[in-house]
């Protein structure tokens, strides 16, 4: 009875072990190929679920079912009109067939060393049959007019027919014909980066840096020419201010000096007392003007001072 027991119970150890090593489970990101003794058997399995195999002599091989990508080694390349840059390209590709994949490139591993013969290929012959204006530029924008870009070559690219969407386009395009004979599709593949050479790119940055600095220098001729103009305005209006104000004070000191004039010539006409107070009074001023405190005074008998003060006065002194 022990022994049936016994059986029993080792014949349900192997038959959960068989069961669980049929089972695989199916997500929805996933597809799988069986292989039995490493040979493909039937077709793809690509619903999410629970699915069956026989033990130990099938196995599940397990693919990616979403996008991928795909990154380019950064490759130099002479472009048409013989300009060598560095172009670093990446791209997105799909497992569209996952039996003829497995038979083809086995996994992502070979699959992404076969896409880089591909694309990295296709890449250099696209760039090489093309210009680097072509590969730079999408559509032809028109550039607003501004003096930052006058005589800059930036303001005179070319117009172009064939641009950067349609070479990338023709390089997926003739990519696919040789990646869908190995069970998978190239979805898209972008420029990430195309730069100049290092020795070329010195030359293009000094260019750059000496057209910043004419415009620079013209900006800052322009407001000195703008600076002088305005100072030059300013000192001539200074200049005509002035004059005018001088030219006012001038009419007015002559109509006062006139009135005075007038006055002192109306004074002096009343009467001889008058005459000679006047005569007395301007003599006065004279001698005050041109002598100190500390100045001596000599006057002889016929000076004019000792005249106006006249002869009785000085004897009385």
């Known amino acids: 009875m022990k022994g049936k027991r016994s059986l029993f119970a080792i014949a349900a150890i192997i038959l959960a072990i068989v069961v669980i090593s049929s089972a695989y489970t199916v997500n929805p990101a996933e597809q799988v190929i069986i292989t039995q003794f490493g040979k493909p058997v039937g077709k793809a399995v690509t619903t999410a679920g629970l699915h069956f195999k026989i033990p130990i002599i099938q196995e599940a091989n397990f693919f990616d079912k979403r996008a991928l990508e795909w990154y380019g080694y950064p490759t130099q390349v002479s472009t048409k009109d013989k300009r060598f840059v560095w172009i670093d390209t990446y791209a997105i590709w799909k497992i569209t067939n996952p039996l003829l994949f497995f038979k083809r490139v086995k996994n992502e591993r070979g699959a992404q060393s076969r896409l880089d013969d591909i694309l990295d290929g296709q890449t250099r012959n696209a760039v090489a049959d ?24 930036i303001a005179t690219l070319p117009n172009i027919s064939y641009g950067r969407k349609q070479v990338t386009r023709s390089i997926v395009a003739i990519a696919n014909k040789r990646t869908q004979r190995l069970g998978m599709t190239v979805l898209d593949l972008q420029f990430k980066r195309i730069n100049y050479v290092e020795s070329v790119r010195k030359t293009i940055f000094q260019r750059m840096i000496t057209r910043r600095e004419q415009i620079a220098d013209k900006f800052k001729s322009e407001g000195a020419g703008e600076a002088a103009k305005i100072l030059g305005n300013k000192d001539r209006e200074l200049k005509r201010i002035n004059s005018q104000a001088y030219k006012i004070a001038q009419q007015i000191k002559g109509i006062a000096d006139a009135k005075a004039t007038l006055i002192y010539a109306k004074a002096y006409n009343k009467n001889a007392d008058s005459r000679r107070f006047y005569k007395f009074l301007k003599t006065m001023e004279t001698y005050k003007k041109s002598i100190s405190k500390n100045d001596w005074l000599m006057l002889s008998a016929d000076s004019g001072i000792y005249k106006l003060l006249g002869k009785e006065s000085i004897d009385k002194k």
């Open 130 to 153: 093309h210009k680097l204006v072509e590969l730079i530029r999408s559509t032809n924008r028109n550039i607003k007019d501004s003096e930052a870009f006058e005589n800059s070559p």
